[in-house]
């Protein structure tokens, strides 16, 4: 079965400051690759994904990702952060599990916290 | 309304009391979701619609029965829950089961008093 691992529950930095959330998965077999975003008191939003093509993908909002396959890997990065930016953030993995279908696997999320 | 919508945003019930869930997508996708999503834990998937069929239920306890009458609404009908089933629950739908992302509603704060 597949898993995510976000090494860091919490990351604390500070405005216009770089950032780079960790994530990790177990299996690279045929996967799709998704940042979400969390704002308080909201659902998930979509903020980028990798199906094929490029490894190196982007949102409208400055955070890119890259997907490493030797290192299973999918870290999200920002070089410039703001204040708007403090959410949580969860990688999820797609993959084709025991039953043949995709299913959607999730981190335990990373909470960004943007300081003045 | 655009997206996924969920109905009410906060519910607060005790454990005798009977409550349902609303969720609606207006996307025009054919697989539909609940999650439940505790404090420090990952998001656990609890039921997988595929047009309108029940294609997957993770060990969900029976207090929980769901309920897709069409592609584009999702009922979650709770009946004696406990205290430990507070959480948010969300619905997502996506274009079909296999994979592509998912849209999130805003979710309903629970809270089993």
């Known amino acids: 079965a597949q898993s995510v691992t976000q090494l860091d529950s919490q990351v604390p930095v500070f405005e216009e400051a770089p950032v780079e959330l960790r994530c990790n998965y177990s299996?690279?077999?045929?996967?799709?690759l998704f940042w979400y975003v969390q704002y308080p008191n909201q659902g998930l939003q979509l903020l980028l994904k990798?199906?094929?093509?490029?490894?190196l993908v982007e949102s409208i909002n400055g955070f890119e990702a890259e997907f490493n396959k030797s290192q299973t890997s999918f870290h999200l990065r920002k070089p410039s952060v703001h204040i708007s930016d403090t959410a949580e953030y969860f990688c999820a993995v797609s993959d084709r599990g025991d039953t043949g279908r995709r299913a959607l696997t999730f981190g335990s999320g990373t909470r960004l916290q943007v300081q003045p | 309304e655009t997206g996924v919508t969920q109905t009410p945003r906060h519910l607060v019930m005790g454990m005798t009391n009977k409550k349902s869930l609303k969720c609606e997508q207006h996307?025009?996708?054919?697989?539909m979701y609940w999650y439940k999503q505790s404090a420090k834990k990952p998001l656990e998937l609890m039921f997988v619609y595929s047009l309108e069929e029940r294609v997957e239920n993770n060990s969900v306890p029976s207090r929980f029965s769901p309920e897709c009458p069409n592609s584009s609404h999702l009922f979650l009908h709770l009946h004696t829950l406990q205290p430990e089933d507070s959480a948010l629950y969300l619905c997502?739908?996506?274009?079909?089961?296999?994979?592509?992302?998912?849209?999130f509603g805003p979710g309903t704060r629970l809270t089993v008093t």
């Open positions: 997502a739908s996506s274009q079909d089961v296999n994979g592509y992302e998912q849209y």
């Open positions: 996307l025009g996708h054919n697989a």
């Open positions: 990798y199906l094929s093509g490029s490894t």
């Open positions: 299996s690279s077999v045929s996967v799709y």
